[in-house]
Antibody
């Protein structure tokens, strides 16, 4: 079982920047994409963005203007920054591992997000 | 209109089967997409159940019982998670997921009640 644990400040004020780091994966970091996903209390899942070991990122269009995801491959860590937070950003934030493969034509194809960390609650309140 | 639409709730009896749908927006054809399904119980992260793209391209998550299976309904433009032989432990929220336009997109989730 993959051990992914996000950590960072759990209480923010509006307009501050949310910063989380995910660590704990003991295997090869380079064979996967690493995602941030959030879940507001009592609501559904929202994908925030992802990064691979070389720093290639994809972001949710709805959050792209406020999100930066970075990676520290030697430390097997990746991080999330979300600027200008509001109460709507209050959520449990998960880090997760995503897979991929190359098809018969050599194209990279995404495959499931197959392992999730426990998540951490980040609350935004004045 | 949301990319993926799931019914908010579904109830079924123990021992029965439950069919959970994930409908793609009308401008997105379900045919080429892999649909991924997740189960989430209160206080826990989601757990990967399975992938379904076609009969020949499907994958069961590690340790997931065979009574969880996937399919598609092309006429409804939807992915389907079928849970047979329902057990009380299957009561949970279920989410579908696709990779669309270089982004992961979740459905809104279905709360399955087993009663």
């Amino acid at each position: 079982q993959v051990q992914l644990q996000p950590w960072g400040a759990g209480l923010l004020k509006p307009s501050e920047t949310l910063s989380l780091t995910c660590a704990g994966y003991a295997g090869s970091f380079s064979g996967y994409y690493w995602s941030w996903i959030r879940q507001p209390p009592g609501k559904g899942l929202e994908w925030i963005g992802e990064i691979n070991h070389s720093g290639s990122t994809n972001y949710s269009p709805s959050l792209k203007s406020r999100v930066t995801i970075s990676v520290d491959t030697p430390k097997n860590q990746f991080s999330l920054k979300l600027t200008s937070v509001t109460a709507a950003d209050t959520a449990v934030y998960y880090c997760a591992r995503g897979t991929y493969y190359y098809d018969s034509s050599g194209f990279l194809r995404r495959d499931p997000i197959d392992q999730w960390g426990q998540g951490t609650l980040v609350a935004v309140s004045s | 209109q949301a990319v993926l639409t799931q019914p908010s709730s579904l109830s079924a009896s123990p021992g029965a089967s439950a069919s959970l749908t994930c409908t793609l927006r009308s401008d997105i054809n379900v045919g080429p997409y892999s649909i991924y399904w997740y189960q989430q119980k209160p206080g826990s992260p989601p757990h990967y159940l399975l992938k379904y793209k076609s009969h020949s391209d499907s994958q069961q998550g590690s340790g997931v019982p065979s009574r969880f299976s996937g399919s598609k309904d092309a006429s409804a433009n939807a992915g389907i998670l079928l849970i047979s032989g329902l057990q009380s432990e299957d009561e949970a929220d279920y989410y579908c997921l696709i990779w669309h336009n270089n982004a992961w997109v979740f459905g809104g989730g279905t709360k399955l009640t087993v009663l």
